[in-house]
């Protein structure tokens, strides 16, 4: 997979800019991408060392517009910590 394919988004977000503290970034990513995947495309794209990847699936909720119901998509986040000395330029 091409690596802007893997990583969809930086996630800016309250949660995410208090956890850059950590060295921590939340990334929004494809639904078939896996830790490896996302550790290899960070890499690529920032140019940085990734350290750590934690994955969480978010469920698509239902939603209902007059008589219709109707679904918001899946998807998926992953938690990137970075090894020391290495940063992600937010702005």
Excluded at 19 to 27: D, S
Excluded at 50 to 76: D, H, I, M, Y
């Amino acid at each position: 997979m091409n690596p802007y394919d893997v990583i969809q988004k930086l996630l800016r977000t309250e949660k995410g800019t208090a956890m850059t503290l950590y060295n921590k970034y939340l990334f929004r990513v494809s639904l078939k991408a896996n830790k490896i995947l996302v550790q290899k495309a960070v890499e690529e794209i920032y140019k940085v060392k990734v350290k750590n990847v934690r994955t969480a699936v978010f469920q698509g909720k239902l939603k209902k517009v007059r008589f219709q119901e109707g679904r918001t998509p899946s998807w998926k986040k992953a938690i990137v910590t970075l090894k020391e000395g290495h940063k992600i330029d937010i702005t």
